[in-house]
């Protein structure tokens, strides 16, 4: 095997492994995305949780409220008052069905919030993981590139064992003056 021979097998061998660790670099950067698509996922089901749990708490409330008001109103007629006029009914509404509205009310904009919160965090998630792997792919083209160019810089394949850099070559009768 002559030397431009060996040459030429181990510049082979340096762009297939430069184009393996392209290939590799770019799996990775696929990889982190998808890790960040689950992660951002397992927000949105975060979010969704404390929206339910939110809403649950609005229907104990309004349970409550409910038998308060049932209650209320069998007070009102065991005590021989209708208890859906007057002051019975003032009661009723200032001290059971306002403060329940007003509970209710903000457990249905935490409900709202938590989605939207868990929503903003998975797409700036899944921002990230797109981000990482346009990063790989560029890391791994710009180093796929520097490796070819060394190859180029080489001249290997040529036949010869020149490399394509110019030579300068001494200037030859030339006179100054």
């Not at 021989?80 to 329940?100: H, K, M």
């Amino acid at each position: 095997m002559t030397g431009s021979t060996v040459l030429n097998v181990l510049t082979a061998g340096t762009v297939f492994g430069s184009v393996l660790q392209y290939r590799q670099t770019v799996a990775q950067g696929k990889v982190q995305q998808r890790i960040a698509e689950a992660e951002a996922r397992n927000r949105r089901l975060e979010g969704r949780v404390e929206a339910v749990k939110a809403k649950e708490s609005a229907n104990e409330i309004l349970r409550r409220t409910k038998r308060a008001l049932a209650s209320n109103i069998a007070r009102g007629y065991s005590s021989g008052v209708i208890p859906e006029v007057g002051s019975s009914a003032v009661f009723s509404e200032q001290q059971v069905l306002r403060p329940a509205a007003l509970d209710v009310g903000i457990l249905e904009q935490d409900a709202f919030l938590a989605i939207e919160q868990s929503q903003r965090q998975a797409r700036n998630i899944e921002y990230q993981g797109q981000m990482a792997a346009r990063q790989a792919k560029t890391e791994a083209l710009f180093k796929l590139g520097t490796d070819l160019a060394q190859v180029a810089m080489t001249g290997v394949g040529s036949g010869t064992d020149k490399s394509i850099a110019p030579k300068i070559e001494p200037a030859k009768n030339v006179r100054f003056g």
